[in-house]
């Protein structure tokens, strides 16, 4: 079901919610054969609008359809294809162990579906941020109400027309519209809310579940750095710098927000990577504008956010070492690398999501790890490093919701590994089998045999026969 914006719309989105509370109970009990028949018809239909999709997000913010299947559909579809292959196992109830004083009983977790889930996505990855977690609300047996972001309102509408195609609203639908719908939404008792976006609108988010005691997932964002130390491969670093940051025009939540580079190797390291922005953005050398790899700035207001941490920088003492061309008319910035950078310019104290670049040196590596830990938590932490003492320095001493070591973002497509943040950059994990569990209820479940004595021992009223069963429990524990 898609809607825009109005008094009215109130009304729909309480029947929505009514029609899918009554749907949840039904999918109780639903099968693994159900819940994967509804993950087929979703790759189905995935795989349907990929042009519709590609072309949306051209429109939107000029992303390259190539990049949209490799960012957006492609992990979409290894996804769900994971979950189809894994629901059965996932939903097995867990045998666990007993203690010696359990004698005689049968315990398990029986994985039982939340109910009403709401998901709230962001627009720089509009598709694969939207239906991600629909899969594990699907693979979970819940239902689900989408709500997309509207600052991407061509690809906004194309998943309100695939998901209307695809599904009874009782069981999805989405409403388009502004901040309005999403407070709206808020508003309503859902049983777990998945959040995608800035920790301030996580926040806000949080403090509404908090209204029903509702359970959330926030996939959230911060300061993600990357460490590279004198022995790291120059090259291969730079190739895996500039495509993990520049990818999406620098709006991804775990891309590399700065670097921490050893002093000695910082600017063969710059020169590595402005020949790779080369390559990779100016191949037949029009200039990295004319483009068609290098997407934009999603809207006016972020692109006057950007050029302002830019000009806080430079003012502030920072050199432009690579890029720093812009065009606003365009919404155009340039791959830029910013040096002389220091912990007190706004470029630093807040998530920069665009295509800048701020390093930092450090002599010993100490300096490095405590800057980031006097810091948030980040989302991700990079580490470039042939060093396996420094890699696993840094690795013990800071926390971060995941990273990679030589390598940039790919940890996020793991079927395996869970994704998400700690704290202030996230609470909770997603994708795989850790997104089905943060839309299930573990219920813990045990078996007595009946007419079985066990515990009756224990029973008031409390003798001294009682009180000596007890001691003598207690040496068995």
């Known amino acids: 079901m898609t809607t825009t914006v109005t008094e009215n719309n109130v009304d729909k989105i309480k029947a929505v919610f ?22 087929k ?19 939107d913010f000029k992303k390259n359809r190539t990049e949209t299947t490799l960012t957006e559909i492609v992990p979409l579809q290894s996804e769900i294809k994971h979950a189809i292959s894994q629901i059965k196992r996932w939903m097995r109830p867990q045998s666990v162990s007993n203690p010696i004083h359990y004698l005689g009983t049968r315990a398990y977790v029986q994985y039982e579906p939340k ?61 388009e519209g502004d901040v309005n719908v999403s407070m709206a939404l808020l508003d309503l008792p859902f049983n777990h809310i998945f959040f ?11 403090r509404a579940a908090a209204n029903h005691l509702t359970s959330v ?30 990818v999406n025009n620098g709006q991804t939540c775990i891309a590399p927000d700065y670097l921490l580079v050893k002093e000695s190797v910082q600017q063969p390291l710059i ?44 003012l502030k003492g920072a050199t432009i070492a690579v890029g720093g061309k812009v065009n606003a008319e365009d919404r155009f910035i340039a791959p830029t690398l910013l040096t002389e950078v220091k912990t007190d310019m706004a470029i630093m104290q807040e998530e920069i999501f665009g295509p800048l670049l701020p390093v930092l040196t450090y002599q010993k590596v100490e300096q490095a790890i405590d800057l980031v830990n006097r810091g948030e ?45 700690v704290n202030n950059s996230g609470i ?22 009946v007419g079985f004595t066990g515990f009756k021992l224990f029973y008031p009223p409390y003798t001294d026969k009682v009180k000596n069963l007890v001691d003598r429990f207690k040496k068995f524990l």
């Not at 039904?26 to 099968?31: A, C, D, E, M, P």
């Not at 926030?218 to 520049?246: H, R, Y």
Request: contains cysteine.
């Open 115 to 175: 109910g009403v889930s709401l998901i709230i996505s962001p627009w720089n990855y509009p598709v694969s941020l939207t239906l991600s977690p629909l899969v594990s609300a699907i693979a979970a047996g819940c239902t689900a109400i989408l709500k997309p972001s509207e600052l991407t309102p061509h690809t906004s509408a194309a998943l309100g027309k695939m998901v209307k195609e695809t599904f009874d609203e009782s069981e999805v639908a989405l409403f």
């Open 41 to 59: 018809l979703l790759l189905s239909a995935i795989q349907k609008y990929e042009a519709e999709f590609q072309e949306a997000l051209y429109q």
């Open 196 to 206: 995608t976006g800035s920790p301030a609108i996580g926040k806000i988010v949080m």
């Open 271 to 314: 020169e590595h990577i402005e020949k790779q922005i080369e390559k990779v953005y100016n191949a037949d050398k029009r200039g990295i504008e004319k483009s068609d790899s290098y997407c934009r700035v999603v809207n006016q207001r972020h692109f006057t956010r950007l050029q302002k941490l830019m000009e806080d920088a430079l």
């Open 217 to 246: 997932t926030l996939e959230l964002g911060g300061k993600s750095p990357a460490f590279i130390d004198e022995t790291a491969d120059l090259q291969d670093t730079a190739e895996k710098l500039v495509w993990g940051k520049f």
């Open 428 to 449: 909770g994990k997603s994708h795989g089998h850790f997104g089905f569990l943060e839309f299930s209820n573990a219920r813990a479940v045990l078996k007595q045999r």
């Open 18 to 39: 009514q029609a899918q509370q009554q749907t949840a109970i039904r999918l109780r009990t639903s099968t693994a054969s159900e819940r994967i028949s509804k993950l």
């Open 377 to 421: 938590k980040p989302l991700a932490l990079y580490v470039f490093s042939k060093n396996k003492n420094m890699i696993e320095q840094v690795m013990s001493q800071t926390t971060a919701g995941g990273g990679c070591v030589n390598e940039c973002l790919l940890h996020i497509g793991h079927p395996d590994l869970p994704f998400g943040g």
